[in-house]
């Protein structure tokens, strides 16, 4: 099934046939479904072309032209019997013993100890990388301390063909158009737009600026339009990338550095370089090369409120201080941008997908949706740099999906969002207050904090247990009732203009890939509002919950030592038990 619950058994008859011959009548694998070229390397464009297929006569033309192969890693139940407390070397020696040596499903051998000369192998090989595991561990769904995904990317030279003009508050350029070389031609290898210091940015700028020409003197896929200038091709980059996509165009290229000593005519993009410790670390303080900054902070003083004198160096700056209370609810989970790259009163954008500039260390996750032909690319914020990195983009509310990628079927939480466009806030108040006195009737949990705008969202514990579609039943009958109890202050009216003045109550947040702003979020408001976790004994109807801003709600943490909210995400509820009662009431 993928991730929404959609059967796409058909999809692969190849593999089913060779599943249901297994002689065992119950058991749960971990593996990896791809697609492989001539040569037996994973091709994902090739898995992609697969799974697009969507009858059955297509499904097995495919399976003969283009066969998949699931390498199996893990085993977690066999016959009925759970294992996932045994060791990793023994589930996979009882894997071992269980699967052909041949076929579409194929045993995932590893390596002892010698970790670093299978690195090098891979290297060579041009493979995506290594997991690294340790041997003794028990089974954990999602990241875990005792296993590391370790890229090997690759690191090539290309030639600076041209730039892109810089948008919103950068300066210099926006990225550099690359070539390759091949027999004495330029091919068009894409653009890498990271990894450059604002010095560089300035100063190269005006070294690309002396040797403009009017058109670009590559072949293959060359971008047209007016942001992009082509120059001579003098300069040499050297650049980590992925890989390359069918088009010859490098996937999440990372400049490093200018290389000196090559010319075009010497270059040979087929070899890749290594990498030395003076390249990788020309960022870092002198003395102290092991705390080298992954990326450079642009334009901070640039002014992002200008009622409020608030620039992007205090956004930046808020949302280091207040990492540690932002990154539970970040981990692990796909997150949605609110870019401004001009502070609150520019223009501004949402950015769902992630972009080919990306640096190679930044997390993502592919997502697969019912009815996609292909899948949308996530960022996932799971560390400091993540944060102040995307924050560094423009970004500033962060928006969450409710569910973790590990279990992205399955949310966390259940919410509901009290909107009151014209109404008074103390209406806001009573209605949430409602609602919790009918939660602590049903024996319900339930959370609170500010939106940062004039609202409120109470959040329920789900803990991954239940599915988007229980989540939003619940939502709705818990609102039909309170706007039942409360109709002169609340509505389930979604129009605006059909309100009359009362607090909508929006069950309509709960489903896969419906966003809310994450938990210590600033918003794009005057006086840089915070939408902030709160105690139900600080919920009053004279509150100012735009109190909550930038500049107090690092100090109010600080003060307080604890989040009120946080425990949503180690609580749960008997939803079952609490739709049953709710379907008589309502």
Request: charged share 30%; with cysteine.
């Amino acid at each position: 099934r993928y991730r929404k619950g959609s059967d796409v058994t058909f999809l692969y008859p190849e593999l089913t046939r060779a599943l249901v011959a297994l002689p065992f009548d119950e058991f749960v694998l971990d593996g990896e479904l791809v697609a492989l070229d001539e040569s037996g390397r994973p091709d994902f464009q090739r898995l992609q072309n697969r799974a697009q297929r969507t009858t059955g006569v297509d499904a097995e033309a495919q399976a003969l032209e283009t066969p998949v192969t699931l390498f199996v890693f893990d085993l977690l139940v066999l016959s009925g019997r759970d294992l996932r407390s045994l060791p990793l070397e023994q589930r996979k020696a009882f894997l071992k013993r269980m699967l052909p040596p041949r076929g579409p499903i194929r045993y995932a051998d590893h390596v002892e100890e010698a970790g670093k000369e299978l690195f090098e192998r891979v290297q060579e090989q041009r493979l995506e990388g290594i997991v690294a595991k340790r041997a003794s561990s028990t089974y954990r769904a999602g990241r875990s301390a005792h296993w590391l995904k370790i890229p090997a990317d690759r690191i090539s030279e290309f030639v600076v063909v041209g730039y892109t003009l810089p948008k919103g508050g950068r300066t210099g350029f926006g990225a550099l158009h690359l070539a390759s070389v091949k027999g004495g031609v330029l091919t068009y290898a894409g653009r890498v737009g990271t990894g450059f210091s604002d010095r560089f940015l300035r100063e190269f700028s005006r070294r690309l600026e002396a040797i403009r020409i009017k058109q670009p003197l590559c072949q293959g896929a060359v971008p047209r339009g007016r942001e992009h200038v082509w120059v001579e091709p003098h300069y040499i980059a050297r650049v980590r990338f992925k890989k390359r996509t069918a088009d010859n165009l490098l996937r999440q290229p990372v400049f490093l550095t200018l290389v000196d000593d090559l010319t075009p005519e010497m270059l040979d993009t087929e070899k890749p370089v290594e990498e030395t410790d003076s390249e990788v670390q020309s960022e870092a303080p002198a003395g102290d090369a092991a705390e080298a900054p992954k990326f450079s902070i642009s334009n901070p003083d640039k002014v992002f409120w200008p009622d409020d004198g608030i620039t992007k160096g205090d956004l930046i700056e808020y949302y280091r201080s207040i990492s540690d209370w932002i990154l539970p609810y970040l981990r692990g989970r796909p997150v949605v941008l609110d870019r401004y790259p001009d502070g609150i009163y520019g223009k501004s954008f949402f950015q769902k997908n992630v972009p080919d500039y990306i640096p190679a260390w930044m997390r993502t996750a592919q997502i697969w949706e019912e009815g996609e032909t292909r899948g949308s690319n996530l960022f996932l914020c799971d560390d400091l740099d993540s944060l102040l990195y995307l924050v560094n983009l423009g970004t500033i509310p962060l928006h969450i999906w409710s569910s973790r990628v590990e279990s992205i079927q399955h949310p966390d939480w259940c919410v509901i969002d009290l909107d009151p466009k014209d109404a008074p806030f103390r209406n806001v108040v009573r209605i949430a207050r409602s609602l919790r006195e009918l939660c602590l009737e049903l024996e319900i949990e339930v959370f609170l904090k500010s939106t940062g705008g004039s609202g409120l969202h109470l959040l329920i514990p789900l803990s991954a247990a239940y599915t988007h579609e229980q989540a939003k039943l619940l939502a709705e009958l818990l609102a039909r009732i309170v706007s039942a109890e409360l109709p002169e202050i609340a509505t389930l009216e979604r129009a605006v203009e059909r309100r009359e003045s009362k607090v909508y109550i929006d069950c309509y947040q709960n489903g896969q890939g419906k966003l809310i702003v994450a938990p210590f979020s600033v918003r794009p408001y005057p006086r840089a509002p915070v939408s902030t976790p709160l105690g139900w004994e600080e919920l009053t109807e004279t509150m100012d919950v735009k109190a909550f801003n930038l500049r107090s709600v690092p100090e109010r943490m600080q003060a307080l030592g604890y989040d009120p909210m946080r425990k949503i995400l180690e609580s749960t509820t008997d939803l079952a038990r609490v739709i049953e009662r709710l379907s008589k009431w309502a």
